[in-house]
């Protein structure tokens, strides 16, 4: 919602303004100089990126649109079940947790959180490293240093196609450049014509580095900042899962290894101890 928001304020004030300095808005309706920015940006985004990224770059912009991926909710569902499973293991062992990590999708205890079962990475995440940690093959240092390389990774992945988008921000006002010199070459052939259609030649030459610049800075490239920002929040849950593990493989008691994790977690997103105590509770 936040992004047609700020897309509206952006038009409002750009069109706005220059029909309040009596601009004609007709005069900026070039579609063929559309045609030159929108295609090339097209043909270079589809050069520069793999079929897949272009994917990812779809589903990223759609998941942009769709609001925020995870929310205090889904935070506190995933510190409740961590602390079940940590509870679980301390009471009964390690073992006892290994029918649930190996099959999540018929375990009763991820069941009853659906918002956890329903994320394919964080799941994985956590019966991945639960199943190492039941094994005990790995020291706590060289379990986080495991962790962080994935964590990494998954950041990494996350954020190409941000970078990917940025750059045809980055291409766009030189696209515009583009059509206002093939417009300029068109007014250079009508010379010989009269002043009024030299005119409306320069004024849609000059259209076209005025739609590659605003195409680059009001749109293209706030909607790439703001897919980098999902990237990063879509790792924090990973973080928060990670620093609970840890906690607990070093000898934490349940209810304070779920409290290493709350702490991780930014200030608008993160539970009070009273809050998340309550939810594990009323779980």
Known sequence: MGIIVGYIIVCVSVFGGYVLSHGDLATLWQPFELMI??????????????????????????????????????????????????????????????????????????????????????????????????????????????????????????????????????????????????GIVITMKSLGGPPEELGLHVAAALVGTFLGVLLAYGFVAPLSTSMEHRARESTKVLECAKTAMLATVNGIPPQLAVEFGRKTLYANDRPSFTELEEHIRGR
């Open 37 to 182: 920015i929108g295609g090339a940006a097209l043909g270079n985004f589809i050069v520069a990126n793999p079929p897949h990224l272009i994917k990812s770059v779809g589903r990223s912009i759609k998941g942009v649109f769709g609001g925020k991926q995870h929310t205090q909710d889904h935070f506190m569902d995933l510190l409740a079940l961590l602390y079940e499973i940590f509870n679980k293991a301390r009471r009964n062992g390690l073992m006892a947790i290994e029918e649930d990590v190996e099959d999540p999708e018929a375990s009763e205890l991820f069941l009853r959180y659906p918002r956890i079962s329903g994320d394919p990475k964080l799941l994985d995440f956590i019966c991945d490293y639960m199943r190492i940690i039941s094994s005990g093959n790995l020291s706590a240092f060289e379990l986080e240093t495991l962790m962080d390389q994935d964590i990494e990774t998954t950041l990494e992945e996350a954020e190409l196609p941000a970078h990917s988008l940025g750059k045809i921000a980055d291409a766009l006002p030189g696209f515009g450049i583009v059509a206002a010199v093939m």
